[in-house]
């Protein structure tokens, strides 16, 4: 389970609280959305959970771990990030996923750290790709590599950090549903960052909805309420039921 | 018991054998450049003179030729060129920036002004001092104008990364302020030049000429340890490099400690530049040239690149001091000089073409 307590960040000493007091849970296997406008403090508490940067206050455990006392090679075979923007050497496929093993590896690579790339190419479908240069594939492909290399760590939590920004909607279906298959058949515990409130309620279990660096509500599908998502995006919106499912609209002002 | 692999395992392994391949035949390739290397020269030495020579069967003064002055130059570029190489490298791959380099970061530059510094102020090349050729080379000591050139090599290199740690440590700051203290040097150069003698002058100015003749077996000892051991350190951080090469923030998340990493790696890549710099003066480009046409054809994988480009770069210092030897007629022209020559176009190509590390 991923516990965030009382976290606070701020980039420099007398500016502003960027994450003020940020609480969070997350049951191990589940996958959390939080959702914000930009600049609400959605990435720099991805980087906190990183260790990419350090908070003023607060501790963020791990089934019961603090990652703040954990040394960087320990926490990276237990956590792993997919970025908004890949960038990739010019490697191959097969090598860009094995980088995702020098936590373990260290120095060269063994048997064990390729059977494990193997297994994950063969289970991503990557196979026809696996010896393209990686950067002469398109960004949803591009993408897909990149949570076969988070995958290649092991992890037992995977950072998304607005994972289907530049995808297609195609491509956005493919990365999140391959996301929800991580968490239901491995029980990864996942974290993402989505802008899109209906996608968001399609793959994610929980919700946290993040103002201004404060958190102002979390919780099941039942938080995203008209009310919560006017207060965080400062739009009118109404949530319908259409066939069973959850649909969040825009408010036409010339409805009426 | 008969291993079982997976077609994918086999086409990976098929794959890098292919690579280990390309460095089998380029180390071929370099190891008869250097056996021809030993047969040319600016003497009238033919063929049979240099191969009884090698064997120490020729004369007193053909043996000397080839064993005192021909064989320390080519063990010189060999060293140099490997060193520079994957110094240019390490460079790219650690601050991010393909055009960085020993003379990007004021490497190059600091240890010009050293030298310039010990030729003039301490060999008696100032004006106060007088023009006399016999109080120069009374005073003047090579080793001393290697010492000090090394010395402000390093020095530079430490007050980079020193006010780069004081904020923040990003590739940029350092690109940035070596260029700034490397102007800085070049200033300098430029005023202790300004104070010189005429014969204090020349000699700077013959010592900025990159040349291979001032080797000697002890100096090629230095420089071998030197870039031999930088070069394991690089060997063995390849896949942390590797690493490097999908962002500083994706790197850290994969247990790689950026800043240390880059620290260390700037050093050492400094070191082993200050090191043959302060031996045989400033022979450019071969930190450009070696590592981004190396990329071309391997791609970015350091396991593979590391030693491609010391292969390279030997080869390459190799085949430049054969053609100074060749176009000397009578004399060696400075080596620096003509990979300046073949590394300016290349760099301007690849400023236009924009067409590096496409292959894997």
Redesign the interface.
């Given at each position: 389970m991923l516990k965030i307590e009382n976290l606070s960040f701020r980039y420099k000493k007398k500016s502003n609280l960027i994450l003020d007091n940020v609480s969070l849970e997350l049951d191990k296997g589940q996958i959390g959305i939080v959702l914000g406008k930009n600049g609400s403090g959605k990435s720099t508490l991805f980087k906190n959970i990183l260790g990419i940067l350090k908070p003023e206050q607060g501790t963020i455990t791990l089934d019961g771990e603090n990652l703040f006392t954990m040394n960087r090679r320990l926490r990276a075979t237990k956590i792993a990030y997919v970025p908004q923007d890949i960038t990739f050497g010019s490697l191959t496929v097969y090598d860009s996923i094995l980088i995702g093993r020098v936590s373990r590896f260290g120095i060269a690579s063994t048997e064990k750290d390729k059977d494990v790339v193997d297994s994950i190419i063969e289970e991503m479908g990557l196979e026809a790709n696996a010896f393209r240069n990686v950067n002469e594939l398109s960004g949803g492909e591009r993408q897909k590599v990149a949570i076969a290399r988070a995958l290649a760590q092991e992890p037992e939590l995977l950072v998304f950090d607005e994972p289907t920004g530049n995808l297609d909607i195609g491509n956005e279906q493919l990365i999140l549903k391959e996301a929800k298959r991580l968490a239901k058949e491995k029980g990864i515990t996942i974290i993402v960052a989505i802008h899109d409130i209906n996608t968001a309620l399609t793959f994610g279990d929980k919700f946290f909805l993040l103002k201004k660096g404060q958190m102002v509500n979390q919780g099941g599908p039942e938080v995203i309420t008209p009310e919560h998502i006017s207060c965080i995006f400062d739009v009118n919106v109404k949530v319908e039921n259409i066939n069973g499912r959850q649909i969040v609209l825009l408010e036409d002002d010339n409805e009426n | 018991m008969v291993l079982s692999r997976?077609p994918?395992?086999t086409?990976?392994i098929r794959?890098t054998n292919a690579k280990v391949l390309f460095l089998c035949v380029s180390t071929a390739v370099l190891l008869i450049c250097i056996f021809f290397s030993v047969f040319i020269g600016s003497s009238s030495m033919t063929f049979a003179d240099t191969w009884h020579a090698l064997f120490m069967n020729s004369s007193n003064a053909y043996n000397r030729i080839v064993w005192n002055i021909r064989i320390p130059r080519i063990i010189a570029a060999v060293i140099a060129g490997a060193g520079l190489s994957v110094a240019g490298l390490i460079m790219q791959s650690t601050l991010g920036n393909s055009m960085a380099s020993p003379s990007t970061l004021g490497v190059s530059n600091a240890a010009v002004f050293g030298a310039n510094l010990s030729i003039i102020a301490f060999a008696g090349g100032f004006l106060s001092t007088g023009n006399n050729v016999n109080n120069y080379t009374s005073s003047a000591n090579p080793f001393a104008t290697s010492v000090m050139a090394f010395i402000f090599a390093t020095l530079s290199i430490l007050l980079i990364l020193g006010l780069c740690s004081f904020n923040s440590f990003t590739p940029n700051s350092v690109v940035l302020a070596g260029i700034a203290i490397g102007s800085i040097w070049t200033a300098a150069t430029t005023i202790l030049q300004f104070f010189a003698t005429d014969v204090g002058l020349s000699a700077a100015v013959i010592w900025n000429f990159g040349d291979l003749g001032r080797a000697t077996y002890k100096t090629d000892l230095i420089m071998a340890i030197v870039v031999v051991l930088g070069s394991i350190f690089f060997g063995?951080m390849s896949?942390?490099y590797?690493?490097m090469?999908?962002?500083e923030?994706?790197a850290?998340?994969?247990?790689?400690?950026v800043k240390a990493l880059r620290f260390v790696s700037l050093l050492v890549a400094s070191v082993i530049t200050a090191v043959c710099v302060s031996f045989l003066g400033v022979i450019g480009f071969i930190g450009i040239i070696c590592p981004h046409i190396m990329?071309r054809i391997l791609?970015?994988?350091h396991r593979f690149l590391i030693p491609a480009s010391i292969i390279s770069g030997s080869l390459l210092l190799t085949l430049s001091d054969m053609l100074s030897r060749t176009l000397g007629s009578g004399s060696a022209l400075p080596v620096g000089a003509i990979t300046t020559m073949l590394g300016a176009p290349f760099f301007l190509y690849m400023i236009f073409t924009h067409r590096e590390?496409?292959?894997?």
């Amino acid at each position: 389970m991923l516990k965030i307590e009382n976290l606070s960040f701020r980039y420099k000493k007398k500016s502003n609280l960027i994450l003020d007091n940020v609480s969070l849970e997350l049951d191990k296997g589940q996958i959390g959305i939080v959702l914000g406008k930009n600049g609400s403090g959605k990435s720099t508490l991805f980087k906190n959970i990183l260790g990419i940067l350090k908070p003023e206050q607060g501790t963020i455990t791990l089934d019961g771990e603090n990652l703040f006392t954990m040394n960087r090679r320990l926490r990276a075979t237990k956590i792993a990030y997919v970025p908004q923007d890949i960038t990739f050497g010019s490697l191959t496929v097969y090598d860009s996923i094995l980088i995702g093993r020098v936590s373990r590896f260290g120095i060269a690579s063994t048997e064990k750290d390729k059977d494990v790339v193997d297994s994950i190419i063969e289970e991503m479908g990557l196979e026809a790709n696996a010896f393209r240069n990686v950067n002469e594939l398109s960004g949803g492909e591009r993408q897909k590599v990149a949570i076969a290399r988070a995958l290649a760590q092991e992890p037992e939590l995977l950072v998304f950090d607005e994972p289907t920004g530049n995808l297609d909607i195609g491509n956005e279906q493919l990365i999140l549903k391959e996301a929800k298959r991580l968490a239901k058949e491995k029980g990864i515990t996942i974290i993402v960052a989505i802008h899109d409130i209906n996608t968001a309620l399609t793959f994610g279990d929980k919700f946290f909805l993040l103002k201004k660096g404060q958190m102002v509500n979390q919780g099941g599908p039942e938080v995203i309420t008209p009310e919560h998502i006017s207060c965080i995006f400062d739009v009118n919106v109404k949530v319908e039921n259409i066939n069973g499912r959850q649909i969040v609209l825009l408010e036409d002002d010339n409805e009426n | 018991m008969v291993l079982s692999r997976t077609p994918l395992r086999t086409n990976y392994i098929r794959k890098t054998n292919a690579k280990v391949l390309f460095l089998c035949v380029s180390t071929a390739v370099l190891l008869i450049c250097i056996f021809f290397s030993v047969f040319i020269g600016s003497s009238s030495m033919t063929f049979a003179d240099t191969w009884h020579a090698l064997f120490m069967n020729s004369s007193n003064a053909y043996n000397r030729i080839v064993w005192n002055i021909r064989i320390p130059r080519i063990i010189a570029a060999v060293i140099a060129g490997a060193g520079l190489s994957v110094a240019g490298l390490i460079m790219q791959s650690t601050l991010g920036n393909s055009m960085a380099s020993p003379s990007t970061l004021g490497v190059s530059n600091a240890a010009v002004f050293g030298a310039n510094l010990s030729i003039i102020a301490f060999a008696g090349g100032f004006l106060s001092t007088g023009n006399n050729v016999n109080n120069y080379t009374s005073s003047a000591n090579p080793f001393a104008t290697s010492v000090m050139a090394f010395i402000f090599a390093t020095l530079s290199i430490l007050l980079i990364l020193g006010l780069c740690s004081f904020n923040s440590f990003t590739p940029n700051s350092v690109v940035l302020a070596g260029i700034a203290i490397g102007s800085i040097w070049t200033a300098a150069t430029t005023i202790l030049q300004f104070f010189a003698t005429d014969v204090g002058l020349s000699a700077a100015v013959i010592w900025n000429f990159g040349d291979l003749g001032r080797a000697t077996y002890k100096t090629d000892l230095i420089m071998a340890i030197v870039v031999v051991l930088g070069s394991i350190f690089f060997g063995l951080m390849s896949w942390r490099y590797n690493a490097m090469l999908s962002g500083e923030n994706s790197a850290k998340t994969m247990g790689i400690n950026v800043k240390a990493l880059r620290f260390v790696s700037l050093l050492v890549a400094s070191v082993i530049t200050a090191v043959c710099v302060s031996f045989l003066g400033v022979i450019g480009f071969i930190g450009i040239i070696c590592p981004h046409i190396m990329k071309r054809i391997l791609g970015q994988d350091h396991r593979f690149l590391i030693p491609a480009s010391i292969i390279s770069g030997s080869l390459l210092l190799t085949l430049s001091d054969m053609l100074s030897r060749t176009l000397g007629s009578g004399s060696a022209l400075p080596v620096g000089a003509i990979t300046t020559m073949l590394g300016a176009p290349f760099f301007l190509y690849m400023i236009f073409t924009h067409r590096e590390d496409s292959r894997c």
